[in-house]
């Protein structure tokens, strides 16, 4: 994943750009692959965008996925992968019937949009390959699978961290990944890196992102950190007896994170 300078946080409570990326790139393709990984019951938009700035971070035609999630709507592209683009909380709806003036805060060339529907939004493979700078979105469908396949979840986090890039000043990279919470305890899983979850171990109550991902693995060989960020995934906790009675992540065949991840 490359590294570009952060130009700006958009929404200082929800932090700005997730991932990074080559801004020649924002394809249809990365689009509808994104919407299709978001539940059928999640808002989102596909959206073709005309740039009309000369002198900008992104190409003359973009392709984006508008999708909502934690009552705020989010922002994506294979260019930079995922941004907030509400500016405010408890606007939701008013975002959604007018997405023109959050596209310009985010590219003053972002004059016009369509949004696509049918099969200009569906994406024609049925199997994808990962999604280009889509740790975000990755993370959240993971934790969707999690609960289709019967996974009792008692409680899910994204967990998004910052840190800066070694030799580019003002220069940092961002990165989510899922921690959630079973009868068995805490665990982490970074569909861009494992093929499975791993034990977390004993889980800090607070809003330690940090503390998340250091545990996690991300701190090592002198990464310094900048920010991060814990948002919760709506879970539907199971009742304690059910929970019991389902299988454990131990017991479950590994081969369930590969095919369905």
């Given at each position: 994943?490359?590294?570009v300078a952060i130009f700006g946080i958009r929404l200082a409570l929800l932090l700005g750009v997730i991932g990074w990326g080559s801004l020649a790139r924002a394809s249809?393709?990365?689009?509808?692959?994104?919407?299709?990984?978001?539940?059928?019951?999640?808002?989102?938009?596909?959206?073709?965008?005309?740039?009309?700035?000369?002198?900008?971070?992104?190409?003359?035609?973009?392709?984006?996925t508008v999708f909502e999630f934690e009552d705020i709507l989010w922002f994506y592209t294979d260019a930079d992968g995922t941004q907030s683009l509400s500016l405010k909380?408890?606007?939701?709806?008013?975002?959604?019937?007018?997405?023109?003036?959050?596209?310009?805060?985010?590219?003053?060339?972002?004059?016009?949009?369509?949004?696509?529907?049918?099969?200009?939004?569906?994406?024609?493979?049925?199997?994808?390959?990962?999604?280009?700078?889509?740790?975000?979105?990755?993370?959240?469908?993971?934790?969707?699978?999690?609960?289709?396949?019967?996974?009792?979840?008692?409680?899910?986090?994204?967990?998004?961290?910052?840190?800066?890039?070694?030799?580019?000043?003002?220069?940092?990279?961002?990165?989510?990944?899922?921690a959630f919470q079973t009868t068995d305890g805490w665990y982490f899983f970074d569909p861009t890196t494992q093929q499975h979850p791993e034990k977390l171990g004993e889980?800090?109550?607070?809003?330690?992102?940090?503390?998340?991902?250091?545990?996690?693995?991300?701190?090592?060989?002198?990464?310094?950190?900048?920010?991060?960020?814990?948002?919760?995934?709506?879970?539907?906790?199971?009742?304690?007896?059910?929970?019991?009675?389902?299988?454990?992540?131990?017991?479950?065949?590994?081969?369930?994170?590969?095919?369905?991840?």
């Open positions: 994943m490359k590294s249809l393709e990365s689009a509808q692959q994104a919407n299709a990984l978001l539940r059928a019951d999640t808002w989102s938009r596909v959206l073709r965008i005309e740039n009309s700035r000369s002198h900008s971070h992104y190409p003359r035609i973009v392709y984006a909380r408890d606007r939701l709806e008013e975002d959604k019937s007018d997405l023109g003036p959050l596209l310009l805060a985010i590219e003053p060339g972002f004059t016009r949009f369509e949004v696509l529907s049918g099969e200009n939004a569906e994406p024609k493979l049925q199997s994808f390959a990962m999604l280009v700078n889509g740790c975000f979105i990755q993370a959240l469908h993971a934790s969707n699978e999690l609960r289709h396949q019967g996974m009792p979840l008692l409680s899910a986090e994204l967990v998004t961290f910052y840190r800066r890039v070694a030799g580019l000043a003002g220069s940092v990279i961002g990165h989510t990944f899922l889980r800090i109550r607070a809003n330690d992102a940090l503390v998340i991902a250091q545990r996690a693995g991300y701190g090592k060989d002198g990464v310094q950190f900048v920010k991060g960020v814990l948002l919760d995934v709506k879970v539907d906790r199971p009742p304690l007896e059910m929970a019991k009675a389902e299988p454990s992540l131990q017991a479950m065949n590994e081969d369930f994170w590969v095919k369905s991840l």
